[in-house]
């Protein structure tokens, strides 16, 4: 069945330090795939998405591509803060449930010191 | 004017009880979904529903039920809770199918099962 893998569980970093985070999916379908990241004490939220292979989403100064030869897709900051210290999500929609649900990834914590 | 909102945000339960788990959205989206969360497995969808009236199920819905009685209210129904069933449980509405469905997420109920 459809699945996204996140095998880094926990990132530490610095400030001004390079984020790159990956995950790697198994659909059917053309996928479209997302990022969402969750602060401490609230719910995910999108960070971006990206409907085409090879395309770039940015917001927040986060870009996210996925390549369908490696069926990977990652995250990446040029220069983290520490208020990007939060858990990142990757997602996808599955084949299945007739596209309106979302499959998650187990999660990436990301910790970033001042 | 948080547009997602559950109640209650923390309970303690007792093995074998009736759980009643409440959302609310004023987003006017047809789509809502209850995901569970727990250390090591990410987000994974229960339950679903496209609109008032109907619920679906998601990847782990055994041992929970679901109701959605109007457009606004989605309920998550724990008929006899289990030590099992202590996690945080996030709601969240969404609208349309695939690349153009954003979830917006409450901020969680952490539910304790004793």
């Known amino acids: 069945g459809d699945s996204v893998t996140q095998k880094q569980g926990q990132v530490t970093l610095s400030e001004d330090d390079f984020l790159f985070i990956n995950c790697t999916y198994s659909?059917?379908?053309?996928?479209?795939l997302f990022w969402y990241v969750q602060y401490p004490g609230q719910g995910p939220q999108l960070l971006l998405k990206?409907?085409?292979?090879?395309n770039k989403g940015i917001s927040r100064g986060f870009e996210a591509t996925y390549d369908k030869g490696t069926t990977s897709f990652h995250l990446q900051k040029a220069s983290v803060q520490e208020s990007d210290s939060a858990v990142y999500f990757c997602?996808?929609?599955?084949?299945?449930?007739?596209?309106?649900?979302?499959?998650f990834g187990t999660g990436t914590t990301v910790s970033v010191s001042p | 004017e948080a547009a997602v909102t559950q109640s209650p945000r923390n309970k303690v339960a007792v093995t074998g009880g009736k759980v009643t788990l409440s959302c609310n959205q004023t987003?006017?989206?047809?789509?809502m979904y209850w995901y569970r969360q727990d250390t090591g497995h990410g987000l994974r969808l229960i339950h679903y529903?496209?609109?008032?009236?109907?619920?679906e199920k998601g990847d782990i819905p055994d041992g929970y039920k679901a109701s959605r009685p109007s457009q606004e209210n989605f309920s998550l129904i724990l008929e006899l809770a289990t030590p099992s069933q202590t996690s945080v449980y996030f709601c969240?509405?969404?609208?349309?199918?695939?690349?153009?469905?954003?979830?917006?997420f409450g901020e969680g109920s952490r539910l304790i099962v004793v």
């Open positions: 659909t059917t379908t053309y996928p479209t």
């Open positions: 997602a996808l929609v599955p084949s299945y449930q007739g596209g309106r649900a979302l499959i």
């Open positions: 987003n006017n989206h047809n789509n």
């Open positions: 969240a509405s969404g609208e349309g199918q695939g690349a153009g469905n954003t979830l917006y």
């Open positions: 529903s496209y609109g008032a009236g109907s619920t």
């Open positions: 990206v409907t085409t292979a090879n």
